[in-house]
Each structure stands twice: as C-alpha cells, then as structure tokens.
C-alpha cells in the first residue's frame, strides 16, 4: 500500500518536473533554473514536510522493501533527468552538475521547515553558481555588435 501511494507521487512529480521543463523548452539553462526556482518554492510551502522520497528511503532501510526500491529509483531518475539537461546545456562536467544538483535539491528538501524561508532560497543562488560555473567555458567571449 506505502507503495503505490508512492507510485501515485512519483507519476505525479514527474508530471510536474517534465512542464516545468517544456514551459523552456531548447532552452536548458533555464530549465534548470526553472526547476530550481520551483522547488525552492515548494519547500516554503506551508506544511511542507520533506520529500516523500527521502523520508521513505529513511524510514524503509531494507534495499529490498517495494516502497525503498521505489524511493531510489525517483532519486535515480532525478539525476539521470537533470543529466540530461546539464549535457544538452553543454556544461564542463554535465555528471558533476547534476549530483551537485541533487545534492542541493535533496539538502533543500530534508532541511524544509527547519531553518526558515531565506535558508531554503538559498538553493536558488547556490545552484546559480553552479549552473555559471559550469556552462560558461573559460575563455570565452560573448560576441558583441562590434566584434
């Protein structure tokens, strides 16, 4: 039963995460921030408590148990989407951004409720360092009219 209420919440996130994402669509850098600015968000909500995911892969240590399984493989996918975005934004080290991602999204959501709204936004402007830090290549210049 804890599973395919989770299941429901998995259909659903995804749901969520894949319009955030087609709401820019060719554009990734903005798909990330998009997704980063939401969940930022979500997290302030009042009576937020935590991403179910995380709070069953806590409360479920058997690796074997459907609902654990079930809370991996969002977390997994979660990295292989984000992945996916980082490489279409042609960062540096797409794999590096996108665990630092979910490191960030992740930490977001455990620590939500916890230490306040402006804590919780923070994940906005960490995440904006990493996104500049990784796509914008070293020597690089923007083209200017008189270039």
Known sequence: MIA??????NTRYWQWFDSVVAENEGNPREQL?????RIA?????PGYRGCPFLNTALDYEDAAHPARQLAV???KTLAAKLLAICRRQDARDPQSLARQLVLLI??????????????QLELVQAAEFLIDRQCTKPGRRHKTSSN
Do not use: D, P, V
Not at 41 to 45: A, I
């Open 33 to 37: 921030r998009a997704l980063i600015h």
């Open 41 to 45: 968000r979500r997290t302030t909500k």
């Open 106 to 119: 992740n930490g977001a959501q455990a620590t939500a409720g916890m230490l306040g709204e402006a804590t």
């Open 73 to 75: 493989r969002h977390k």
């Open 4 to 9: 395919a209420c989770l299941e429901e919440r």
